[in-house]
C-alpha cells in the first residue's frame, strides 16, 4: 500500500492553463505538505496543513491554493501557468506538527509547461 | 532561520568503500536533524533523524550519522558502498515557520558509486 500518493504522476501542460494536483496519505497523519523541487534539485517549503488548518504558507504567487478537504488530502491549485512553475511537486506527511517529526514523501509530481 | 549546508555536490567512491556525505547546520536552538535519500524519479525516503538523545544514530541501509555540536556537524557515513547507493542525499533540518515546523534542505550530493 501506497502511504503518499499523488496524482497525476506527470502533468504536461501549455502556459495559462489551470492544473491540480491531488494528494493523499493513509498513514492516520494529521499535517501535510506542500514541496516543491526546481530543475537544481534544491527542495522548499510551499504549504502545510494540520487538522485542515493553514499553518505554513510560504512566500508563494497566489496562483497556488492549497486545499485540504479532510486530514488524508491535500490538493494544490494553480492558476495560469507559467514557464516558471515547471518542477517537481512533492506532498509530505507527518503525525504531528512539530518540529521534530519526520515527514513521509509521495513519489512527485512532474509539472512541465510547454 | 535554521539551515544546512551540505558540502560536495557530487561525490564519487568505489564499491566497497567508505561513504562520507558532508553537513553542516546553523541554528540558534538545539537542531532537528534529518538525512533524505532520493532515487532517481521517486519520493525522498528518510535514513535517519537526530532529536535528542544519543549523537551517533544508526539508519537503514546501513547508513548512521553523527551529531557534533563543537562542530556543528551531521556528516553522514556508510563503511562500504553498494551499487545501490547512488542517489541523491539530502540533509536537512526542522525549522519554524508561520505556526508549524518545515524541512529546510540542503542543495544535496548526488552518490555515484563505481564499480
Known amino acids: 500500500d501506497t502511504a503518499v500518493s499523488q496524482t497525476p504522476k506527470y502533468l504536461v501542460t501549455q502556459m495559462g492553463n489551470d492544473k491540480s494536483i491531488k494528494c493523499e496519505q493513509n498513514l492516520g497523519h494529521d499535517t501535510m505538505y506542500w514541496y516543491k523541487q526546481d530543475s537544481k534539485k534544491f527542495l522548499k517549503i510551499m504549504f502545510s496543513y494540520n487538522n485542515k488548518e493553514l499553518i505554513i504558507n510560504e512566500t508563494v504567487p497566489n496562483r497556488f491554493s492549497p486545499k485540504s478537504p479532510d486530514k488524508a488530502h491535500l490538493n494544490l491549485h494553480i492558476n495560469s501557468l507559467e514557464l516558471g512553475d515547471s518542477a517537481v511537486y512533492f506532498c509530505?506527511?507527518?503525525?504531528?506538527?512539530?518540529?521534530?517529526?519526520?515527514?513521509?514523501f509521495g513519489d512527485g509530481t512532474r509539472l512541465s509547461i510547454l | 532561520a535554521q539551515s544546512v549546508t551540505q558540502l560536495g555536490s557530487h561525490v564519487s567512491v568505489s564499491e566497497g568503500a567508505l561513504v562520507l556525505l558532508r553537513c553542516n547546520y546553523s541554528?540558534?536552538?538545539?537542531?532537528?536533524l534529518f538525512w533524505y535519500v532520493q532515487y532517481p524519479n521517486q519520493g525522498l525516503q528518510l535514513l535517519l533523524k537526530?532529536?535528542?538523545?544519543?549523537?551517533l544514530v544508526k539508519g537503514i541501509n546501513g547508513f548512521e550519522a553523527e551529531f557534533k555540536k563543537s562542530e556543528t556537524s551531521f556528516h553522514l557515513t556508510k563503511p562500504s558502498a553498494h551499487m545501490s547507493d547512488a542517489a541523491e542525499y539530502f540533509c536537512a533540518v526542522s525549522d519554524r515557520s508561520n505556526s508549524g515546523y518545515a524541512l529546510n534542505f540542503g542543495k544535496g550530493t548526488s552518490l555515484l558509486v563505481t564499480p
Open positions: 541554528s540558534s536552538v538545539p537542531p532537528y
Open positions: 537526530y532529536t535528542t538523545g544519543a549523537t
Open positions: 509530505a506527511s507527518s503525525q504531528g506538527a512539530g518540529a521534530y517529526q519526520p515527514q513521509h
